[in-house]
């Protein structure tokens, strides 16, 4: 069973730090992508970041280039979202999910959602 657990988020003021974790379970796919996504009340669900299991490559959405930060650990089979500059427009419950393939779409398996609120 594909399981995906988010921790790490919480209460912090504006210009501050979180980091998130993804810690994931029950694949073994040869391909595969993790993706961090967030949705803020009222507003639809938009990717952040994503990270492929292939080369490594990343991908940004533009609101959050230059201020947070995807990387993976194999061995501990968790993938963060380093969040720096943290601005109130990043409060949101942030997901991660995986695909069966090199780049974040159509994801397969979501996990739980943890809460980041950015105060102002």
């Known amino acids: 069973e594909v399981q995906l657990q988010a921790s790490g988020g919480g209460l912090v003021q504006a210009g501050g730090s979180l980091r998130l974790s993804c810690a994931a379970s029950?694949?073994?796919?040869?391909?595969?992508?993790i993706g961090w996504f967030r949705q803020a009340p009222g507003k639809e669900r938009e990717g952040v970041s994503c990270i492929s299991s292939s080369d490594g490559s990343t991908y940004y959405a533009d609101s959050v280039k230059g201020r947070f930060t995807i990387s993976s650990d194999n061995a501990k089979n968790t993938v963060y979202l380093q969040m720096n500059s943290l601005k109130p427009e990043d409060t949101a419950v942030y997901y991660c999910?995986?695909?069966?393939?090199?780049?974040?779409?159509?994801?397969?398996?979501w996990g739980k959602g943890t809460q980041v609120t950015v105060s102002s």
């Open positions: 029950g694949f073994t796919f040869d391909d595969y992508a």
């Open positions: 999910a995986v695909a069966h393939r090199s780049y974040c779409d159509g994801m397969d398996y």
